[in-house]
């Protein structure tokens, strides 16, 4: 069975959960007291796709704002990115765009990206609207998904989709239904979310 190693990052502010989108992930549990995230923590997950066995090396950088300038050393050389921000907190779609187009400027040309609207748990409180949000990230061409670490609602699914769209360093991406590869634009994407 072959096995493929992927880099992965998450990028968004503090608190948008993150950590715990990862935990959950990792250890199929949501644990309430989790910290913040001090530079960045590693984590690593094998988990079968089709025949391969697939290799997350994920990277789960800190939000706060005095750690986002080491956030390029860890998504520079990562397969795909996971930008998380919180659907009750209009600021942190700020901190969202602020980091695509960070990756526009330094990232690499091949990188595929998500876009994870978290605490989707708590709909009856949202600020975000799942609309807006998805209008953004198309005109972006990311993929988009709203998640939920404490109900682990599409926790599994973001990470397997993630690992389908990276394509493989010998070969083509795969074909059939739509992939979300980052695409670098020319002009500033749309702002109408987030």
């Not at 300038?69 to 998504?75: I, N, S």
Request: charge should be neutral; proline fraction near 5%; charged fraction near 25%.
């Amino acid at each position: 069975m072959v096995l493929r190693e992927l880099k992965v990052c998450l990028l968004g502010d503090t608190g948008v959960g993150k950590s715990s989108i990862v935990w959950w992930f990792m250890e199929d549990s949501f644990d309430p007291n989790i910290n913040p995230t001090i530079g960045a923590s590693f984590m690593t997950k094998t988990v079968q796709y089709q025949n391969e066995l697939h290799k997350f090396l994920i990277w789960d950088t800190a939000g706060q704002e005095r750690f986002r300038a080491l956030a390029p050393m860890y998504y520079q050389s990562s397969a795909a990115v996971i930008i998380v921000y919180d659907i009750m907190k209009e600021e942190t779609c700020s901190t969202l765009k602020n980091c695509v187009k960070e990756i526009w400027q330094h990232g690499p040309p091949n990188i595929v990206v998500a876009i994870a609207g978290n605490k989707c748990d708590l709909i009856d409180v949202r600020v975000v609207m799942e609309r807006d949000a998805k209008d953004y990230t198309d005109s972006i061409h990311a993929v988009f998904v709203e998640t939920s670490a404490k109900n682990a609602i599409n926790i599994n699914e973001l990470f397997i989709e993630k690992s389908r769209r990276i394509p493989c360093t010998d070969a083509s991406p795969p074909s059939g239904g739509k992939g979300f590869k980052f695409q670098r634009q020319p002009s500033e994407p749309k702002q109408s979310c987030c």
